[in-house]
């Protein structure tokens, strides 16, 4: 088996052990925690501006999660729908 036909993630962390880079040195030049950047690697997406530091690291860009900005800001809160309530009115 060849390492194109892995996920992303895999050959990202192969890549990783390749260069002895681990997530916590990854969080020290990043500014992160390292429970952080694990959680930010293994998603689909990642912030443009942790994407774009980790390009100038090295990293190639087909092992990254794609970068991506969330909409910030609070959520519109809503009601509770309780199943039991609902099908009594």
Known sequence: ???ENLPRSVRMRLWMRQYDITD???AEKLGLTPARVTIMLNRDTMPTVHHAA??????????????YDRKSGPRRRRE???PGLMAAQ
């Open 24 to 26: 916590r040195a990854v």
């Open 54 to 67: 980790l390009l100038q690291l090295g990293f190639p860009a087909s092992i990254l999660p794609q970068p």
């Open 80 to 82: 509770p729908r309780f």
């Open 1 to 3: 088996m060849t390492t």
